[in-house]
């Protein structure tokens, strides 16, 4: 249910271009002028796939941050009053992933009254970059103003989340895809990382280390499009924060295999736990960095 949730706030999104032709051609993803996407590999079909697998849902993170005690905190969200500011395809779909993030967070606490502010600027960057008309606003207005109607938001994301990226794919449109990812991950990251700051905590640490294998993934998805200038730059912040986790060390520990019974068949299943080593320092470090490279994108 969690690692699904991930994916219904990636379809918040991602939903408005399963069915949009074109965008406006105002710099990154016009279909005729990206550099990004014309020189670029086609993506495995797996393999944005096999990435939101491994990144921790916003609403896990929030969960996690819930778990340990830690009070909401409006301070921690990016202001919906910076849309302006967005005057680049790049910046706007980027921003859609902040947004949804945040929307994670906000319905982890209840906050179903700021999760309309939300949907509304996310609405009004997909409106900017030409496929806000695919938007279901009233539909998932109406869903998200009641906790009690998430799984309906679930099925419409899981029966439309492959749906969406392969389109995005076959229409050299993957770029889009990457940036909305990269920022519903930033976004989780300087969550979790700022809560840390203020209640240090075993569990948050080693979420925070865990970062390391995943951060990497992430790296390689994006540099598929480094000979955009855009995302070039991008690559260049996230830099500072992969050489950050490259002194986190995590080792696998093997448990006792367990017997369990499954359709009528005996299924083994060997348990195992990452165990992460991770000082105070580096993750001191990471809180700086990851604080002033997403500050940096969300201006």
């Known amino acids: 249910m969690i690692k699904n949730t991930f994916i219904l706030l990636l379809a918040l999104v991602l939903i408005v271009s399963c069915k949009s032709g074109?965008?406006?051609n105002n710099g990154e993803f016009g279909e005729d002028d990206s550099?990004?996407?014309?020189?670029?590999?086609?993506?495995?079909n797996d393999a944005m796939q096999d990435l939101v697998k491994n990144i921790s849902s916003p609403v896990e993170m929030a969960s996690l941050i819930k778990s340990i005690g830690a009070p909401f905190?409006?301070?921690?969200?990016?202001?919906?009053?910076?849309?302006?500011n967005y005057n680049t395809a790049f910046s706007k779909a980027f921003n859609l992933g902040i947004f949804s993030a945040d929307m994670g967070y906000l319905n982890m606490y209840g906050k179903t009254s700021s999760v309309m502010q939300y949907i509304t600027a996310?609405?009004?960057?997909?409106?900017?970059?030409?496929?806000?008309?695919?938007?279901?606003?009233?539909?998932?207005?109406?869903l998200a103003s009641n906790n009690e109607n998430l799984d309906s938001l679930m099925y419409i994301a899981v029966h439309s989340y492959n749906k969406m990226d392969n389109y995005l794919n076959s229409n050299k449109r993957s770029n889009l895809s990457a940036l909305m990812v990269t920022g519903v991950y930033m976004e989780s990251l300087f969550l979790i990382t700022q809560v840390y700051k203020e209640?240090?905590?075993?569990?948050?640490?080693?979420?925070i280390g865990e970062q390391k294998n995943i951060f990497s993934q992430l790296l390689l998805i994006l540099s598929n499009y480094k000979s955009d200038p855009y995302f070039a730059n991008l690559i260049t912040k996230l830099d500072v924060l992969k050489k950050d986790l490259e002194p986190v060390k995590i080792t696998i520990e093997k448990g006792e295999p367990e017997s369990?019974?499954?359709?009528?068949?005996l299924r083994i299943v060997q348990h195992e736990r990452s165990v992460?080593?991770?000082?105070?320092?580096?993750?001191?470090?990471?809180?700086?960095?990851?604080?002033?490279v997403r500050n940096a994108l969300i201006l």
């Open 276 to 292: 992460v080593a991770i000082t105070p320092a580096i993750i001191k470090q990471i809180i700086t960095d990851t604080e002033i």
């Open 35 to 44: 550099t990004a996407v014309k020189n670029s590999l086609p993506l495995a």
């Open 122 to 142: 996310i609405k009004g960057l997909a409106d900017d970059i030409n496929i806000g008309q695919f938007f279901d606003f009233s539909t998932l207005k109406r």
């Open 22 to 24: 074109s965008t406006k």
């Open 260 to 265: 369990i019974e499954e359709n009528g068949m």
């Open 199 to 207: 209640i240090p905590n075993q569990k948050l640490a080693d979420n």
């Open 73 to 84: 905190s409006q301070k921690y969200l990016a202001t919906t009053k910076n849309t302006d």
